[in-house]
């Protein structure tokens, strides 16, 4: 049986917050909704919109009262939106975040909660659109989805219970992971590939040609490029965020470009066909939420 609250203070009304609140709310595990966002239009927006239920006026109203608390903001906003809340969050509170990076997510709250800190049960849902903004919130965002938590030592097991029993009374698959191993993973296969698709789209669009190149591009273009459409603000702080790691895949993936160029150079189609069909086979057999053998 899945945790049910009575209330959730909601800081951050966007795409990930609002979709949280209105999933919870049509699986009966949340009563009530308070909703907090930098700009007011999106909170206004999300009152109309039916998820939330009242407006706070700064993010401490929005915690107050609240025995479900979560952060859906920039990662880089983290540490200011726990030191603004920090005098009314109380060791009952569940307190979760959606941020795609976990370790300087998990040392802001280390360096802020205090005796709190087991409170906290650090959350990334593996979902999200290449657009942003409450008005396309969708209480199906989650269903189906992975959804990483990274506990600490100091994590409360009883808050940890109700985190799993929540998310998964969503409709996600929860999966537990150390922050550490968390950003090595997500370096690979969600924020090296973002960075990717955004260089591929930069280097086109500089180039004198790139619009007349860009009018004949096909489905691959396009399924390759899609992420490149998302919030810019939000990749840039998880970019910043998660650079050592991201540095170190960037250097295993450059290895494999320059292999495979000189490959092409040298017209050695024997082993570049051999690097393809590494790759191809392996994505042929890849499934997501599925561990490689």
Not at 16 to 25: P, T, V
Not at 121 to 135: F, L, N, Q, W
Not at 184 to 213: C, R
Request: proline share 4%; charged share 20%.
């Amino acid at each position: 049986m899945a945790a049910k609250f009575e209330q959730l203070g909601l800081i951050g009304c966007g795409l990930m917050g609002g979709s949280f609140a209105l999933a919870a709310k049509r699986a009966g595990l949340v009563k009530r909704v308070v909703g907090y966002s930098k700009s007011p239009s999106t909170t206004e927006r999300a009152r109309q919109m039916g998820i939330i239920d009242v407006e706070a006026p700064s993010a401490l109203l929005a915690v107050s009262g609240a025995d479900l608390v979560l952060l859906a903001v920039p990662v880089s906003a983290t540490e200011a939106t726990f030191k603004a809340i920090r005098h009314l969050i109380t060791s009952n509170m569940l307190i979760m975040d959606v941020g795609s990076t976990k370790r300087d997510v998990v040392d802001a709250a280390t360096r802020v909660l205090g005796n709190n800190l087991g409170s906290f049960v650090p959350a990334h849902p593996i979902a999200g659109k290449e657009v942003s903004g409450v008005e396309h919130a969708d209480p199906e965002l989650y269903v189906g989805k992975q959804v990483i938590l990274t506990p600490g030592p100091k994590t409360q097991v009883n808050h940890l219970k109700r985190a799993v029993e929540l998310w998964e009374g969503m409709g996600c698959h929860v999966q537990q992971m150390a922050p550490e191993a968390h950003d090595a993973a997500f370096a690979a296969v969600s924020h090296m590939p973002h960075l990717l698709a955004f260089a591929l789209m930069h280097a086109i669009i500089n180039q004198p040609m790139g619009k007349d190149f860009l009018a004949l591009a096909g489905p691959g273009f396009r399924d390759f490029t899609r992420i490149a459409a998302s919030d810019p603000k939000m990749w840039r702080d998880v970019l910043l965020a998660n650079k050592l790691e991201v540095v170190e895949q960037a250097k295993m993936f450059q290895r494999s470009l320059l292999n495979m160029l000189q490959m092409v150079e040298d017209s050695q189609g024997e082993k570049l066909e051999g690097m393809i069909e590494q790759a191809s086979n392996s994505r042929s057999h890849w499934r997501m939420g599925q561990k490689g053998k």
